[in-house]
């Protein structure tokens, strides 16, 4: 059975940093593409970055310098880095998986539940 799971979310100060954790079991994740998503109150859920397996980065234009993915093998887990957070990212974090393509969301294989993340000003 696969699972991710998402951590490391919680509440913090506008200009903090918070790194978030996506541990996955039952799949390798150096054999995927992994993307973080965040779904704000009263929006959609919108894809922030992809790292699909061919090591390629990239970042919605509202986090672009701001945050950073990595990924660690032999943990079999996904991070983002999320430094100078602002009161608009808070939202509830996702990570996901998909073995081929790019990072859409209604093409991810996989799922982890969220993690709140919540700025304050």
């Known amino acids: 059975e696969v699972q991710l799971q998402a951590s490391g979310g919680g509440l913090v100060q506008a200009g903090g940093s918070l790194r978030l954790s996506c541990a996955a079991s039952g799949l390798a994740v150096d054999d995927y593409g992994i993307g973080w998503f965040r779904q704000a109150p009263g929006k959609e859920r919108e894809m922030i970055s992809c790292?699909?397996?061919?090591?390629?980065?990239y970042y919605e234009f509202s986090v672009r310098g701001r945050f950073t993915i990595s990924r660690d093998g032999a943990k079999n887990a996904v991070y983002l880095e999320m430094n100078s957070l602002k009161p608009e990212d808070t939202a509830v974090y996702f990570c996901?998986?998909?073995?081929?393509?790019?990072?859409?969301?209604?093409?991810?294989?996989?799922w982890g539940k969220g993690t709140q993340v919540t700025v304050s000003s």
């Open positions: 790292n699909p397996a061919d090591g390629t980065e």
């Open positions: 996901a998986a998909v073995r081929y393509g790019w990072c859409v969301d209604n093409v991810m294989d996989y």
